[in-house]
Every structure is written in C-alpha cells, then in structure tokens.
C-alpha cells in the first residue's frame, strides 16, 4: 500500500513537471476547487456561448427547461465547432438556477447538476467553461416583486419580462442575490472565468422607459454619495441623475469584483456592458480582467482595449440574426474576424442563439449548419496559427490619447460625439495597414507603455486631463515626440466645465482664447514638437508622424503588424487573399528573414532587402495568411 502510494507520489511529480514546460499545462487534475488552475478568457481565442436566456420566454415553459439536456451532447458540440472556452450559464435571466444553489432556485425540469456536469464535460475535452450570472433581467426575481418601487416596467400578459422591465441596482437585498449566486458558482465549481450580464439601472429615459429610482436602496446611496435626502428627481439637475446612474452601475461591479478577489483572485472576471456603446464608466473597465466588447469593429475593439489598458478583448463579432430554419445563413466574414485576433481580440459567437432547444440547449439543424459549415473551419484554422497570436500586439507608430472625462461636458455625458471624433482616424490608418493604439490618458505615465515609441500622439476632443497626465504629455513633446490637438481638444476640465482656453496654449504659442485653424500650425517644443488644428487630417498626420512602419501595394489591400515580446519576432497577418507587396521600415521592424509562413503551401512569398527596410512580395492566391518575421 506504502510503495503503490509513494510510486502514484512519483508520477505525479514527473507529470507535473513535464506539463509545467509543455505548452499546455490547463485542466490539470485537482482535490479540491480552490486548487483547480482556470485558463482564462486571455488565452482562449476561439470562444463561444450557447445563449439560451432569450428562448421560451413564458413562465409556464420554465418546467421543460434543460428537462432532455445532456452535458455530453453540449460538449460535443463544441468540440466539433473547434472551440477552446465557452460560457456556460448558471443563472440566465430566467431566473432560475443550472447549479447546486442554497440562494436561488434550480430549474425544476433539470436533472441533476446540469452546470457541474456541463464543465467536467467541456474539462475533458479541453475546452475552458466560464460562469455566467445575469444581472439585470432576473425575470423570476421581477415577477415575484412586480408593483414594488424598485421594479421598473411590467411583465406582458404572458408573464413575459423580456427586455420589458428592468430591476433597479440599488433594490434591497438584490446585489446580495447576485453575490450569493456569484459566490456558489466560484467556491462549488472549476470555472475558467466569471461574467455577469447586462449592467444598467433605471433613470430617467432609459432602457424600458423607465423613470429615476427613489427606492430605499437608492435612498441610501444617494444619502451616502451627496449627503443629502433624495426627495425628489425632478429636485435635482440632468448631471445628478447621470452621475448617480454610473454610481450606482459602478457600484455592482465593485461589489461583485470585490467578492471574487476575496473568493478565488485567479479565475478572471468581466462584466458585458462596459464599452463604448453604453453609459457606464469606461474606466471601471480598468478593475475587469479582460475588455469585452459585444457586436463590435474593430475601431472599438481598440478604443476598448486602449481605454481598459488590457492586451485582450473578447470580441463579439456574432451575427444577431436569427434566419428562419432553412433560410440561407451569413457567411463568416474571415477578413474582420482575422482582424479582430491581430488587434488583440479574442473570437466570440453565438449565432443565431435564438434557435436553441430550451429542453436539450442544442441548437436546430439550420443553425447547427453555420456552426460546421462557417465556425468549425473558421476556428480549425485559429487553432494553427495559435502560436502566432499569443501576447501578440500590434505595432503602432501613432497614438490617441482617450479621456473619459472628455463626455462630461457633453448633453447626458454622452460620449458618442466623442467616439464619432476618434473613429475615421481609427479607421483611415486600419485601411492604411497603419493601425493606431489608443491610450488612456490614466495611463500616460506608466513606464511600461513606452510612450516614446509612438511618433505621434493625437487629442482629438479629448479633454479633461489632469495636470500631472499633462505634464507627461509635455515630458513626451520634449523628448522628441510629436503631439497634435484637434478640434476642441483641451478645452475642459475633469468636470466638462470650460476652461475658456486651451490648456498647453502657451506651448502652442497661442493666446489663450484663440481657436484653431484649418491649417496646420506646429511650433518646436524641446526636442519635438507642438501641434495643433481644427480638423485632424490625414496629411497632417502623415507631417508629423513620418512614414509609416508598413507600405502595402496595392493599396487596398490591408495588413496588421504584431510583435511578440517574448519570443523576439513580428508577424506580418495578410488580411486580404491575392498578390501584395509590403516594404517593411527597419526603424520599427529590425528583422531580417522570414522564419515562418502560414499556410505553408499554395502561396509564395520573397523577401529582399531594401535601404529602409524589407520588402516582401506574395504571390498567388490565399485565405487567412501570417509571416512570421525575425
Ligand atoms: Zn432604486
């Protein structure tokens, strides 16, 4: 008994060991969950979701819920579909529970422990599982407390909730159910990772045409907050409603964030609406651990991740729409999606959700198609150039500064004219193979985002930095690096309250009150240089930034840059299929050969030295091709 003890000691050592230094060293065996090592969302670039919180919607169609569902079916599915880390639902907005629960209630059709049953399933195929917890439409919840003040809008005749109601945040005893679910997910089950969904509450004009909340939860935090009894909303002006609106938001997800750092710091956390679509604070993207951006581009996949200063996001580029069963399917547009893992996104589908059985959670033939025909090959081939992507970023010689501040001085905090500013910057250097990097202004000062690599940095509108972020900005210029202001930019405070001048005018060599003109006016600045306009061109941009690491021709033809750090290369990711060449500049790009190409046949490619660089021709004709250059 002894020796057989000792020997399983043994190998367990030596595998342990072999795993540490292989590549793969996920899904380890464990004793207790507490042990168990999650892969996270960072390092799955194929994921999926098998949504199924908006199907079977009545109340009386909760019974037949999961009641014919087999882990082992669901598992398969994604295998089959190539995935590598799905999210698996333990409490969709039903209501109801897929898991061992003490604070809610499981689905009463289910057989089992579906969610446990479900990861240990997805574990054996390698595939990560992260939890998932509804937030906002927890549909069981409203119906059981329709007519109280903190339930916003009313179920249909039904009983159907659907995006018809929403629960205020704030409501009593509610982020305590949400904490509690969160809580049994992570202390019972090896989950990869935590998400919760929608994040929102009621005001004035919202979603639901709800009104602002004066519920006691909400009583409380505004007495917290102001100091003062919230009376009446109509006592207070428009900046009061929207700043305790992100109060209240930023509030959930500092509760929730607290509690799974307190529980297991290890499995990684993100919350669904902390992006550039919606209202909530952009910067308490900071306290996730990876940027999550639904139904995206890829201009706000790199707003995004500039904004949380993460190195990756999971992108969303699923198909909302849900064909009737048989009508044709969307292919898979393989050029965005390459785009979106060479920007540092990492796959997210979930098409055509709303066909899903609600009793076996197997979506129908059509849709079953789309995933073999158009996903399966599609992830297949990320799997291979997997290598290739991991803590990959793409090399960028121009920055935007980003400043959250800069919506408060607009109507609602509304950051849209804000966005709408940055994106054909964004976008005409994405076409140009050029793609910027945006840069929080909170992060100006970190050692770490090297800021003297960019030749330019661009303030398009963005307002609202602090002294010391312009201070950094001025140490950048003085250093040699070129820094443009445009349009309105540095005209107000971290309030949105105007300055009645330019901040930096005098090293603009302006007066305080001028404004700016259609023309490019540049003064020197130490060793750089002070720019500003009233319109960011591009040809302003091409004079202060200089040539661009890449030229592509012809010139519709895009390609994107990445470095990998760690392993000293560069890949070069060709998004488009035919012949192109591409003149490489050595002052971004030191390498001298092509060490790798994928796919390895069906294509050419030659590489020759040029007095700037290297220029590299491709030949032929060929889907989702990379060099790796070092
Ligand atoms: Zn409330």
Not at 129 to 135: N, S, W
Request: proline share 6%; aromatic share 10%.
């Amino acid at each position: 008994m002894k020796a057989s003890l000792t020997q399983a000691w043994f190998c367990c050592v030596v595998w342990l060991t072999a795993s540490a230094v292989g590549a793969d060293d996920w899904f380890v065996p464990f004793k207790r969950v507490g042990d168990y090592k999650p892969k996270g969302p960072a390092h799955c670039f194929r994921q999926f979701n098998i949504d199924w919180s908006w199907i079977a919607l009545r109340p009386d169609q909760v019974p037949e819920f999961l009641s014919e569902a087999d882990p082992v079916a669901l598992a398969e599915f994604c295998r089959r579909m190539n995935v590598d880390g799905t999210v698996v639902m333990a409490v969709p907005h039903h209501g109801y529970c897929t898991h061992e629960t003490r604070v809610g209630t499981k689905f009463p059709g289910m057989k089992g422990d579906w969610f446990g049953r479900t990861i240990e399933e997805l574990h054996k195929r390698k595939i990560a599982a992260f939890g998932y917890v509804t937030l906002n439409w927890n549909w069981k919840f409203i119906r059981e407390n329709v007519g109280r003040d903190f339930i916003h809008g009313k179920p249909d005749a039904d009983g159907v909730c659907s995006s018809r109601c929403v629960i205020c945040l704030n409501a009593p005893g509610y982020l305590e159910l949400v904490e509690g679910y969160t809580r049994e997910v992570l202390e019972k089950y090896p989950v990869d990772g935590m998400r919760w969904d929608i994040l929102i509450s009621a005001k004035k004009g919202g979603l639901h045409g709800s009104s602002d909340c004066t519920c006691e939860g909400c009583r409380r935090l505004f007495r917290q907050l102001y100091g003062q009894e919230l009376t009446r909303w109509q006592d207070f002006d428009e900046r009061r409603h929207m700043e305790f609106y992100i109060a209240t938001t930023t509030r959930a997800v500092e509760r929730l964030r607290a509690l799974c750092k307190r529980v297991k710091p290890s499995v990684d956390i993100w919350q669904n609406c902390v992006s550039s679509y919606h209202e909530n604070d952009l910067n308490v993207g900071r306290r996730m651990d990876i940027a999550y951006n639904e139904f995206a581009d890829s201009y706000r996949l790199m707003l995004l991740r500039g904004a949380t200063g993460k190195p990756a996001a999971i992108n969303g580029l699923m198909n909302k729409a849900s064909p009737a069963p048989g009508a044709p399917l969307t292919p898979l547009d393989h050029r965005e999606w390459r785009a979106c893992l060479a920007l540092g996104g990492r796959c997210y589908s979930y098409y055509g959700h709303k066909q899903t059985d609600h009793k076996t959670l197997l979506p129908n033939d059509t849709i079953q198609g789309w995933h073999r025909e158009q996903l399966a090959p599609f992830y297949g081939m990320v799997s291979q150039i997997e290598p290739w992507l991991r803590d990959a970023v793409p090399v960028s010689h121009v920055g935007i500064v980003f400043s959250e501040a800069t919506r408060f001085r607009f109507p609602c905090y509304d950051r849209a004219p804000y966005v709408a500013a940055m994106e054909p910057i964004a976008n005409a250097g994405l076409q140009r193979s050029a793609p910027v990097e945006f840069v929080n202004a909170l992060d100006l000062g970190k050692p770490q985002k090297q800021l003297s690599r960019f030749k330019l940095l661009i303030l398009p509108r963005t307002s609202g930095l602090s002294a010391t972020e312009l201070d950094h900005l001025r140490r950048y210029v003085r250093a040699g690096g070129s820094l443009l202001v445009a349009g309105d930019a540095l005209r107000h405070d971290s309030r949105g309250k105007e300055l009645g001048g330019m901040a930096l005018a005098k090293e603009m060599g302006l007066q305080h009150g001028d404004t700016l003109l259609s023309t490019l006016h540049v003064r020197p600045f130490g060793r750089g240089k002070m720019a500003c306009i009233a319109d960011a061109t591009q040809e302003a941009i091409d004079q202060l930034a200089g040539p661009a690491p890449l030229t592509v021709q012809p010139p519709e033809v895009r390609v994107i840059l990445t470095r990998q750090e760690k392993q000293h290369r560069w890949v070069l990711h060709l998004l488009d299929d035919g012949p192109c060449t591409v003149e490489i500049r050595r002052e971004f790009v030191p390498a001298t050969k092509i060490t790798h190409q994928f796919p390895t046949s069906g294509w050419k490619c030659a590489v020759e030295k040029t007095d700037v660089g290297l220029r590299i021709k491709a030949s032929d004709r060929a889907s989702d091709r990379l060099l790796v250059l070092e």
